[in-house]
T-cell receptor, first 114, second 111 residues
Framework: DAGVIQSPRHEVTEMGQEVTLRCKPISGHDYLFWYRQTMMRGLELLIY????????DSGMPEDRFSAKMPNASFSTLKIQPSEPRDSAVYFC????????????FGPGTRLTVL | LAKTTQPISMDSYEGQEVNITCSHN???????ITWYQQFPSQGPRFIIQ???TKVTNEVASLFIPADRKSSTLSLPRVSLSDTAVYYC????????????FGTGTRLTVIP
């Protein structure tokens, strides 16, 4: 298996633009997680899905953030409109059994909002 | 989810054993303890998980005292490649909980 795949690896955009981050989990994993990492706050869980259904989105910072999982092999995290404070590395991870089961992380997307 | 406390940073020389302790005073009966490692510009990677006493794998050992209010990740004979951030997590292995990685412990191995 190729592991968790994220795209793009780097994204530079201007304030106010829409940003869409993409993730392909490991095949057979029922759980998918979106994280954000910054120097100040560390690694934060934004939202996670079980069998394509959002389970807990309490970590999503604002209504500008939304996430979808239309099928078992694809998820998106969208920010609209983007702001400079959204600049961070966004990780996607997947696991078989859940939160404390071994999570396999993707390489991350480094987002810079100017 | 039980909140955890770890040192912000640690330094060690190559070849030494490194012990990173995590405090989790509010750990619940069903909670497991999990450690992740993160290298620069990469996503975190699972190291080890345990419930009580001692767990050992090819990478590390995890020591958990009887009261389970703390745990210690032990890295034997560290090398420069062990320089990374180490995260301690506590929670139920399956189910709906809010996972908290925080800022972890930044380990720097010195030649």
């Amino acid at each position: 298996d190729a592991g968790v795949i994220q795209s793009p690896r780097h994204e530079v955009t201007e304030m106010g633009q829409e940003v869409t981050l993409r993730c392909k989990p490991i095949s057979g994993h029922d759980y998918l997680f979106w994280y954000r990492q910054t120097m100040m706050r560390g690694l934060e869980l934004l939202i996670y899905f079980n069998n394509n259904v959002p389970i807990d989105d309490s970590g999503m910072p604002e209504d500008r953030f939304s996430a979808k999982m239309p099928n078992a092999s694809f998820s998106t995290l969208k920010i609209q409109p983007s702001e400079p404070r959204d600049s961070a590395v966004y990780f996607c991870a997947s696991s078989f059994l859940g939160l404390l089961d071994t999570q396999y992380f993707g390489p991350g997307t480094r987002l810079t909002v100017l | 989810l039980a909140k955890t406390t770890q040192p912000i940073s640690m330094d060690s020389y190559e070849g030494q054993e490194v012990n990173i302790t995590c405090s989790h005073n509010n750990i619940a009966t069903n909670d497991y303890i999990t450690w992740y490692q993160q290298f620069p510009s990469q996503g975190p990677r699972f190291i080890i998980q345990g419930y009580k006493t001692k767990v050992t794998n090819e990478v590390a050992s995890l020591f958990i005292p009887a009261d389970r209010k703390s745990s210690t990740l032990s890295l034997p004979r560290v090398s420069l490649s062990d320089t990374a951030v180490y995260y301690c997590l506590v929670g139920v292995r399956t189910g709906a909980n809010n996972l908290f990685f925080g800022t972890g412990t930044r380990l720097t191995v010195i030649p």
